[in-house]
């Protein structure tokens, strides 16, 4: 029984991996179709890859197994397209992505990641989790504004919402099992 239990939850962990891997997908091809990055919050984008990158760093410093964390780097991965696609694809109220911005975000969010896995002394690493809350606030934030300037929700999807509100849910069940990671289960 235990070990179908523990077998159980490493499925349902690949499955919220390979199921993380569609997430952002919606977006992307919302953007693709109509040339633009309208209705999408640059600083929720910035937030989101702290978040996700906070999330896989802590895990993996941990030691947790990939299965109870890997959504994570892909969403990470997508994520960083999406950023990529807002610099280049306009929207009607934002001006073009000074190439200042895009150096600042690139090294900086590189040199933080280096930091955090090479140099985060091990009783300072639940700070990496701690830091997920606020960061997530302003990301949301950021979007909650977004949309309301712009009066729609513009290239944003109600199936990524939707598979991120299910992924979480039972991301929260299969983190109970696998690790048992209070400060992982805050995160959700």
Known sequence: ????????TKAVGVAIIFGSMLNK???????????SAEG????????????????????HLLGHPFTAYGENVSLLIQNTAL???TWNFLSKTDSPVQLKEKFMIII?????????LNFLPNEYRHLLMSTTWPVMLFSRGSQIYETYTVKHTGNLSIVTTSMSLVGAAIR?????????????????
């Open 25 to 35: 997908v919606p977006i992307m091809r919302n953007m693709i179709n109509s040339q």
């Open 1 to 8: 029984s235990s070990c179908f239990s523990q077998l159980l």
């Open 108 to 116: 900086g969010f590189v040199l933080y990641c280096i930091g955090s």
């Open 83 to 85: 950023i990529v696609m």
């Open 172 to 188: 929260i069940l299969t983190t109970l099992k696998e690790t048992g990671d209070m400060v992982v289960l805050s995160g959700y």
């Open 40 to 59: 999408m919050s640059r600083n929720s984008l910035y937030g989101e890859l702290i978040v996700y990158a906070n999330v896989a760093m802590y895990s």
